[in-house]
């Protein structure tokens, strides 16, 4: 294969790269890689198969807590394929067409598991601020429609992606700085115009993550208010303690996501292992830690886990 110079080509077949200047120990680094992957896949599925088979489990906060998982799962198997193949076989080269559906599952995947997390602060506040309307409010129709809508969100909004970058020719090299394709890292090796795209990315970002978050962040201020106006200390720590689970996942989600936006955008060395690094928290560490945090912090779920691998 020759490498992408300085003449225009209309496709073109890009690098992925591991870790940059770590080449030497990419054997050693697959291993965390691939325990990561296996604790994150099973996990997840553990959780959809004990959700799945327990009818006590067919409630509100669990239904989404499994839609979480499939996208945890999805984000997985999405980037699985090129990062243990860079780290263990140093299998680099991705087409253009096979490196855009990537992003597209990527970034779809990733602002529909934002959803998830805003409809399970959702649940949560209807469940302490509204206790006795929560089953009414929260229907299995209603829940399934929400679920639609931000599924078609997440997938809608992503969807010009591919086609914005498809149009472009590459011309200013053709190394990615990660072992998995995403939307900035291709558009910065356009020859072409991408203030279209730079300004669609910076929209997709505002709408989706960073709402998502301030309407996270709304709904425990007034979860707190709830709870420190009208309970005791005792009823105060009870209903705050069926928070900590999301919070986790919230925290595991959007501090590396929005820090890596930030440093993707707004960074100036391309070639820093902060962005790459973040990248790799953001992609591998939530679905990797949402089904041990939900395994430990929620009893009656734990309790299910247990007995079925006691039988």
Known sequence: MSAVNDTKFSYAVFLLTGI???EDVYLWISIPLCLMYVISIVGNLVILFIIKTDPSLHEPMYIFLSMLAITDLGISIATMPTTLGVFLFNSREISLDVCLAQL????????????MLLLMA???????????RYASILTLPRIGKMVIVFLLRGVAIVFPLPFLLKRFQYCQGNVLSRSYCLNQEVMKLACSDIRVNSIYGFFITISTVVLD???VLLSYVMILKTVLSIMSHAECVRALSTCVSHLCAVLLFYTPGIGLSIVQRFGNSSSSLLPILMGYIYLLVPPMMNPIVYSLKSKHLRARIMRAFKK
Do not use: Q, T, V
Not at 104 to 115: D, N, P, T, V
């Open 20 to 22: 940059p200047g770590k």
């Open 104 to 115: 597209f599952f990527i970034h779809s995947l990733s602002y529909i598991e934002s959803s």
């Open 122 to 132: 959702f649940d949560r506040f209807i469940a302490i601020c509204n206790p006795l």
């Open 213 to 215: 978050s301030l309407l």
